[in-house]
C-alpha cells in the first residue's frame, strides 16, 4: 500500500501514545518518542496453558510459550486497558469517535467489544468502524501471530472494508520504514497478502477463504522476516527495519472509500495474539 492504515487516535488533550510494531516478508500494512532509545532484554513472562494447534506457526517451529505482556486471548469480560487502547477514545476511554483512514468515515470505541472469547471489530453501513492500538512496551525483533477472521454481515451492494492485522513503528513518521501489514484485504477478497514497507513496498499474496479463521505469523529478525500462514512459510524477505514497535492485536478495520460511500457491515473477529521473544528481542 502507497499510504499507512494507522494513525494515532485523535483524543483529548494529554492523550498519549498509539502504535504497533515494524517488520517484513517477500511479496505484497505510549508513550513512543518520549521513551529511552536505549535497548534492554527484559524478562520474558510467559502465558502459561497455552495449547497450540498443529496449523501454528509457534507450534511447527517451536517457538515456545508467548510473551505474557505481549500477548492476549482476549478471554475476559472486557477489554484489558492496560494492554490496548481504543480508536476513538482518550487514554483509558471507552467511548468517542475519530476521524477514519484518511479521515473517511469513523473509528469508534463502541465498535470494538470482547466477549465470548473474541476482539471484534464491527462496521457499518455508514462508515462507523474501530480497533485497538497496543500500549505495552515498544520491542524490535521477534515473533508476533495472530488468529483472526473479517467477514460481511450482508450484502447491501455496499463497499468493503479493508481489514488487516498489522505491525506499526512506535515512532509514526517512520511508518514507510517500518510498516508491516501481514494479513492484508478487503473482507471476502480472494486472497491475503502481505506488505511490507521499507525503502519501497514488498508484497506477497495467497490464495485464501479469509472469512474463516486462520493464523497468520511474522518472525521478523534484525536482516530479515518470514511470513507463515496456518503454521506454512510463504515467503521472507531480506530487510533491516530497526525502529521500536507495537501490536495492534491484529483488531483494525477500515474504510478506503471516500465519505459518504455506502459501506457492506462486517465484523472482524481476534481470538487471539501472542508475541514470542527470540534472541534478537529488545525492548525499549
Known sequence: MKHPHWRRPLVAAGALLAAAIGGVAWAENTDPASAPDQAVVAPAATVPAIIHAPDEAAFRQQWGAPVAEQSDEFNGTAIDLKKWGLF???????????????????????????????????????????????????????????????????????????????????????????????????????????????????????????????????????????????????????????????????????MFPDNGALMQPARQDIDWVRMYATPDTEYQ
Request: charged residues 20%.
Open 88 to 254: 476513538g477514545a482518550g487514554y483509558d476511554e471507552t467511548v468517542g469517535c475519530s476521524p477514519g483512514y484518511h479521515d473517511n468515515g469513523q473509528r469508534c470505541a463502541s465498535q470494538t467489544t470482547q466477549s465470548g472469547g473474541y476482539l471484534r471489530v464491527t462496521g457499518t453501513a455508514d462508515g462507523k468502524t474501530g480497533g485497538l492500538w497496543g500500549r505495552t512496551r515498544p520491542f524490535r525483533y521477534g515473533r508476533v501471530e495472530v488468529r483472526e477472521r473479517a467477514l460481511p454481515l450482508g450484502n447491501n451492494g455496499g463497499k468493503p472494508y479493508h481489514a488487516v492485522p498489522l505491525l506499526w513503528p512506535d515512532n509514526d513518521a517512520l511508518w514507510s520504514e517500518a510498516e508491516i501489514d501481514f494479513a492484508e484485504r478487503d473482507v471476502a477478497a480472494p486472497t491475503v497478502g502481505l506488505f511490507v514497507h521499507s525503502k519501497g513496498t514488498k508484497e506477497c499474496k495467497v490464495v485464501l477463504d479469509s472469512t474463516q479463521f486462520h493464523n497468520y505469523a511474522i518472525d521478523w529478525q534484525p536482516t530479515k522476516i518470514s511470513w507463515y500462514v496456518d503454521g506454512v512459510l510463504k515467503c521472507t524477505i531480506n530487510a533491516s527495519i530497526e525502529a521500536f514497535s507495537r501490536s495492534n492485536g491484529g483488531a483494525q478495520m477500515d
